[in-house]
Protein backbone atom coordinates (compact mmCIF):
# COMPACT_ATOMS: atom_id res chain seq x y z
CA UNK A 1 0.00 0.00 0.00
CA UNK A 2 1.37 3.82 -0.92
CA UNK A 3 2.63 5.32 2.34
CA UNK A 4 0.28 8.08 2.42
CA UNK A 5 -2.78 5.99 1.79
CA UNK A 6 -1.22 3.32 4.67
CA UNK A 7 -1.12 6.57 6.81
CA UNK A 8 -4.72 8.01 6.69
CA UNK A 9 -5.82 4.07 7.16
CA UNK A 10 -3.81 4.17 10.34
CA UNK A 11 -5.35 7.23 11.34
CA UNK A 12 -8.32 6.17 10.38
CA UNK A 13 -8.86 2.78 12.56
CA UNK A 14 -6.69 3.80 15.34
CA UNK A 15 -9.26 7.01 16.27
CA UNK A 16 -12.05 4.34 16.20
CA UNK A 17 -9.72 2.08 18.90
CA UNK A 18 -8.90 5.17 20.93
CA UNK A 19 -11.97 7.80 20.96
CA UNK A 20 -10.87 8.26 24.58
CA UNK A 21 -7.19 9.82 24.06
CA UNK A 22 -6.24 12.39 25.79
CA UNK A 23 -4.59 15.60 24.45
CA UNK A 24 -2.05 14.94 27.12
CA UNK A 25 -1.06 12.75 30.13
CA UNK A 26 0.05 16.15 32.15
CA UNK A 27 -1.80 17.31 34.34
CA UNK A 28 -2.16 21.22 33.78
CA UNK A 29 -4.43 24.59 34.30
CA UNK A 30 -2.65 26.54 31.26
CA UNK A 31 -0.63 26.94 28.75
CA UNK A 32 2.70 28.36 31.07
CA UNK A 33 1.94 25.31 33.44
CA UNK A 34 1.89 22.96 30.19
CA UNK A 35 5.13 24.34 29.10
CA UNK A 36 6.85 23.50 32.64
CA UNK A 37 5.07 20.12 32.72
CA UNK A 38 6.19 19.33 29.47
CA UNK A 39 9.77 20.95 29.87
CA UNK A 40 9.82 18.65 32.97
CA UNK A 41 8.54 15.32 31.57
CA UNK A 42 12.13 15.13 29.62
CA UNK A 43 13.83 11.43 30.44
CA UNK A 44 11.10 10.82 33.26
CA UNK A 45 7.13 9.73 33.57
CA UNK A 46 4.53 11.76 33.32
CA UNK A 47 3.39 10.32 36.40
CA UNK A 48 6.56 11.81 37.89
CA UNK A 49 5.80 14.90 36.74
CA UNK A 50 2.19 15.46 38.01
CA UNK A 51 3.67 14.19 41.43
CA UNK A 52 5.58 17.55 41.05
CA UNK A 53 3.54 20.27 39.68
CA UNK A 54 0.84 20.27 41.81
CA UNK A 55 3.20 21.85 44.66
CA UNK A 56 5.54 23.89 41.88
CA UNK A 57 2.45 25.94 40.48
CA UNK A 58 1.17 26.44 43.79
CA UNK A 59 3.80 28.14 45.04
CA UNK A 60 4.86 29.80 41.30
CA UNK A 61 1.87 30.55 39.74
CA UNK A 62 2.86 32.49 37.42
CA UNK A 63 6.13 33.69 35.07
CA UNK A 64 6.79 36.18 37.07
CA UNK A 65 6.90 34.43 40.18
CA UNK A 66 8.74 31.64 38.99
CA UNK A 67 10.99 33.48 37.33
CA UNK A 68 12.27 35.19 40.99
CA UNK A 69 12.28 32.03 42.48
CA UNK A 70 15.58 30.51 44.01
CA UNK A 71 17.07 27.67 42.11
CA UNK A 72 17.40 25.79 45.44
CA UNK A 73 13.27 26.00 46.01
CA UNK A 74 12.47 25.00 42.77
CA UNK A 75 14.60 21.80 43.18
CA UNK A 76 13.34 20.53 46.38
CA UNK A 77 9.30 20.96 44.09
CA UNK A 78 11.25 18.52 41.24
CA UNK A 79 13.01 16.03 42.49
CA UNK A 80 11.01 13.36 41.63
CA UNK A 81 11.37 14.47 37.86
CA UNK A 82 14.72 13.55 37.45
CA UNK A 83 17.89 16.12 36.74
CA UNK A 84 16.44 18.37 38.72
CA UNK A 85 19.24 20.90 38.92
CA UNK A 86 19.30 20.74 35.32
CA UNK A 87 15.68 21.67 35.21
CA UNK A 88 14.90 23.93 37.54
CA UNK A 89 17.77 25.70 36.01
CA UNK A 90 15.84 25.54 32.68
CA UNK A 91 12.40 26.66 34.04
CA UNK A 92 13.49 29.36 36.13
CA UNK A 93 15.28 30.77 33.13
CA UNK A 94 12.49 30.11 30.97
CA UNK A 95 10.26 32.04 32.92
CA UNK A 96 12.48 34.77 32.63
CA UNK A 97 12.35 34.97 29.11
CA UNK A 98 8.70 35.06 28.82
CA UNK A 99 8.54 37.75 31.11
CA UNK A 100 11.38 39.98 29.22
CA UNK A 101 10.57 39.11 25.93
CA UNK A 102 6.88 38.00 25.50
CA UNK A 103 5.09 40.29 27.97
CA UNK A 104 4.47 37.43 30.78
CA UNK A 105 2.35 34.73 28.19
CA UNK A 106 3.84 31.79 26.27
CA UNK A 107 4.41 32.32 22.74
CA UNK A 108 2.41 30.94 20.30
CA UNK A 109 4.65 29.57 17.28
CA UNK A 110 7.66 27.46 17.12
CA UNK A 111 10.31 29.72 16.39
CA UNK A 112 9.59 31.80 19.39
CA UNK A 113 9.07 28.80 21.76
CA UNK A 114 12.35 26.85 21.16
CA UNK A 115 14.06 30.38 21.70
CA UNK A 116 13.30 29.67 25.75
CA UNK A 117 15.33 27.33 28.12
CA UNK A 118 15.28 23.54 27.47
CA UNK A 119 11.82 23.45 24.80
CA UNK A 120 12.84 21.34 22.31
CA UNK A 121 10.86 20.84 18.76
CA UNK A 122 8.90 18.31 20.64
CA UNK A 123 8.08 20.18 24.25
CA UNK A 124 7.11 23.56 21.43
CA UNK A 125 4.89 21.20 19.35
CA UNK A 126 3.36 19.65 22.48
CA UNK A 127 2.47 23.32 23.35
CA UNK A 128 0.93 24.69 20.25
CA UNK A 129 -1.06 21.45 19.72
CA UNK A 130 -2.38 21.11 23.08
CA UNK A 131 -2.55 24.76 24.70
CA UNK A 132 -3.56 26.18 21.26
CA UNK A 133 -4.93 23.96 18.59
CA UNK A 134 -2.09 24.62 16.65
CA UNK A 135 -0.11 22.66 14.05
CA UNK A 136 3.08 23.22 12.97
CA UNK A 137 5.12 19.62 13.37
CA UNK A 138 3.70 16.67 14.92
CA UNK A 139 4.91 15.39 18.11
CA UNK A 140 7.27 12.72 18.44
CA UNK A 141 7.65 11.41 21.88
CA UNK A 142 8.65 7.91 22.45
CA UNK A 143 5.84 5.95 21.63
CA UNK A 144 5.19 7.94 18.72
CA UNK A 145 8.73 7.63 17.30
CA UNK A 146 9.05 3.50 18.27
CA UNK A 147 5.30 2.87 16.99
CA UNK A 148 5.67 5.16 13.74
CA UNK A 149 9.06 3.18 12.78
CA UNK A 150 6.99 -0.14 13.53
CA UNK A 151 4.03 0.98 10.71
CA UNK A 152 6.81 1.23 8.18
CA UNK A 153 5.97 4.94 8.04
CA UNK A 154 9.73 5.87 8.70
CA UNK A 155 12.89 4.52 8.32
CA UNK A 156 14.85 6.39 10.66
CA UNK A 157 15.31 5.08 13.86
CA UNK A 158 15.55 6.84 16.94
CA UNK A 159 15.57 9.79 15.22
CA UNK A 160 12.92 11.83 16.08
CA UNK A 161 13.32 15.19 13.64
CA UNK A 162 13.66 12.64 10.81
CA UNK A 163 10.65 10.68 11.97
CA UNK A 164 8.66 14.23 12.39
CA UNK A 165 9.56 15.15 8.78
CA UNK A 166 8.14 12.27 7.34
CA UNK A 167 4.96 12.27 8.93
CA UNK A 168 4.64 15.75 7.96
CA UNK A 169 5.10 14.67 4.50
CA UNK A 170 2.70 11.82 4.38
CA UNK A 171 -0.08 12.85 6.42
CA UNK A 172 -2.42 16.34 5.91
CA UNK A 173 -1.52 19.04 8.67
CA UNK A 174 -5.00 18.64 9.72
CA UNK A 175 -4.57 15.01 10.69
CA UNK A 176 -1.05 16.11 12.81
CA UNK A 177 -2.31 16.55 15.99
CA UNK A 178 -5.04 13.23 15.38
CA UNK A 179 -1.80 11.18 14.63
CA UNK A 180 0.51 12.32 17.78
CA UNK A 181 -2.45 11.84 20.04
CA UNK A 182 -3.55 8.40 18.80
CA UNK A 183 -0.44 6.88 17.99
CA UNK A 184 1.25 7.99 21.42
CA UNK A 185 -2.29 6.22 23.10
CA UNK A 186 -1.14 2.76 20.69
CA UNK A 187 1.96 2.60 22.09
CA UNK A 188 1.18 2.52 25.67
CA UNK A 189 -2.20 0.18 25.40
CA UNK A 190 -1.44 -2.36 22.50
CA UNK A 191 1.84 -1.58 20.84
CA UNK A 192 4.15 -1.80 23.86
CA UNK A 193 8.07 -2.04 23.68
CA UNK A 194 7.86 -5.09 24.99
CA UNK A 195 5.00 -7.61 24.57
CA UNK A 196 3.28 -5.74 22.01
CA UNK A 197 0.00 -6.95 21.59
CA UNK A 198 -0.38 -7.84 17.71
CA UNK A 199 -3.21 -10.18 17.72
CA UNK A 200 -5.56 -7.30 19.73
CA UNK A 201 -4.01 -4.79 17.45
CA UNK A 202 -6.63 -2.43 14.75
CA UNK A 203 -3.94 -2.14 12.17
CA UNK A 204 -2.23 -5.79 12.35
CA UNK A 205 -3.32 -6.15 8.73
CA UNK A 206 -0.92 -3.20 7.46
CA UNK A 207 1.88 -3.46 9.83
CA UNK A 208 4.80 -5.06 8.57
CA UNK A 209 6.03 -5.86 12.04
CA UNK A 210 3.04 -7.31 13.23
CA UNK A 211 3.45 -10.58 14.72
CA UNK A 212 0.11 -12.42 14.82
CA UNK A 213 1.25 -16.08 15.02
Not at 78 to 91: D, E, F, M, P, Q
Request: charged share 25%.
Amino acid sequence: MEKRKLAKKIVSSLKKAYPDAPQSYLKFGNPFELLIATILSARTTDASVNKSTPALFARYPTPEKMASAKIEEITKLVLATGSYNRKAGYIIETARLIVENFGGEVPKTLDELVTLKGVSRKTANVVLSVAFNLSEGVVVDTHVMRVTVKLGLSEHVKKPKKIEKDLMDLIPKTLWNDYAKIVGMHGRRTCKSFRPKCPECRVNTVCPSAELL
